[in-house]
């Protein structure tokens, strides 16, 4: 039997001398014991994944509510892309995977249903009691709000694994790393997990976007990133990629490219960096990961497509009004009426310090869309039973 110790100590012989090691990890804020044959890393993704919040990422949009079909990516497998992905990317960068992997599993415990529609309704109906932010709420998830242990809230994980959730930094987050050495670079892992969500929405979005028919193959071949992968794929100008197999062969060439880039513009960075260790890593000026300049404008490119054509469609519109009444609904509702709560979180409302506001903004936070939809039809419909 492999105990943790011979884990770390393979750690120390395999991975890269800038890359971070469970035996060094700065600790959980509740000590504990540490497990016989699990390093600190691997206890930390599991810990994520048997959460409530991992569970309830499967009814969570990503783009399209789950009414709209089984096919389309959500909550839950997105995260689960952005772990393939990172770990990819550790393994080929010398990184470790379970942190990877962990911080991957853990970003976005904190969406609302509805995805970004949801968020932003939710931080409007919060303007005058702190807002509402996913990252900041995937935080307190962890820290806070799931209850699986009798000797401390949340999930008390590591360091490090915490750094990563609070130092997640893509187009769609907001940063507040005050608690975690906000002068330092984060860990290359956490870096690395940035990306990787990068990837996995860019990619899956166009995949989903393409196969639901909103997106027009003739319009996507005329990205530059389009024109690369057709071209790695001695594909033909005129390739229709609203074909099964052939959008499947663009967006699996479309991850490789995307992935490869990253590995070789991050080994670039580090060595005219001269990164050697950890610290040297954490005491740089900017983040070391990251695209080659090339890639970078690609992905600009397609960022402003999926925005334009595919985010902003009438038929997500639609479906993002919808949800957007909804919401509001909910939170007006049990704002005026709190008694219509459930027990436990009336209980909460009166314990915690931020008062009724935000125990209904943990609670719709935490629903599904089919809850919220279902929890909406029995609140505002007559013949619905409580």
């Not at 990516?73 to 990172?86: A, D, F, K, M, P």
């Not at 550790?90 to 995977?97: M, Q």
């Not at 931020?354 to 909406?376: F, K, N, P, S």
Request: charged share 25%; glycine share 6%.
């Amino acid at each position: 039997m492999l105990t943790r110790e011979d884990l770390e100590r393979r750690e120390d012989q395999w991975l890269a001398p800038y890359a971070m090691r469970s035996s060094q990890s700065r600790g959980r804020a509740y000590p504990e014991v540490e497990h016989a044959y699990r390093t600190a890393y691997q206890r930390d993704r599991d810990r994520v994944i048997h959460t409530t919040a991992f569970r309830r990422l499967e009814y969570k949009t990503q783009v399209f509510v789950y009414s709209e079909g089984d096919h389309y990516r959500n909550r839950l497998t997105h995260s689960i892309e952005v772990g393939q992905i990172g770990r990819t990317l550790a393994r080929a960068l010398g990184c470790n995977e379970d942190l990877i992997e962990a911080i991957s599993l853990a970003h976005d415990l904190g969406h609302p249903p509805f995805g970004h529609v949801g968020e932003a309704t939710l931080n409007t109906m919060m303007r005058q009691h702190g807002g509402y932010d996913h990252q900041r709420q995937t935080y307190r998830i962890l820290t806070q709000l799931e209850e699986r242990y009798q000797e401390h809230p949340g999930l008390n994980l590591t360091y490090e694994v915490l750094e990563g959730v609070v130092k997640h930094d893509t187009d769609y987050d907001v940063v507040d790393a005050s608690e975690y050495a906000p002068g330092e670079r984060g860990t290359l892992e956490c870096q690395l997990s940035n990306l990787a969500d990068e990837i996995a929405y860019n990619t899956s979005d166009l995949d989903d976007g393409l196969r639901s028919g909103i997106l027009n193959s003739l319009h996507v071949r005329e990205l530059a990133i389009a024109r690369k992968v057709l071209d790695t794929l001695n594909a033909p100008t005129d390739a229709d990629l609203n074909d099964t197999l052939t959008r499947h062969s663009f967006i699996r060439r479309l991850v490789k490219l995307e992935v490869g880039d990253t590995i070789a513009a991050t080994q670039q960075n580090l060595e005219t960096a001269g990164v050697q260790s950890l610290a040297d890593l954490r005491n740089l000026p900017g983040n070391v990961a990251g695209y080659s300049e090339e890639m970078q404008k690609f992905n600009t490119e397609l960022k402003s497509y999926l925005f334009k054509n595919f985010y902003h469609h009438y038929r997500v519109v639609r479906m993002a009004t919808k949800a957007e009444r909804l919401l509001s609904d909910l939170f007006v509702n049990y704002i005026q009426q709190p008694l219509q709560l459930p027990p436990e979180t009336q209980q909460r409302a009166q314990t915690h310090p931020e008062g009724l506001h935000r125990a209904v903004c943990d609670y719709i936070a935490g629903m599904t869309d089919r809850y919220a939809i279902q929890e909406h039809k029995r609140l505002y419909d007559p013949e619905e039973r409580a």
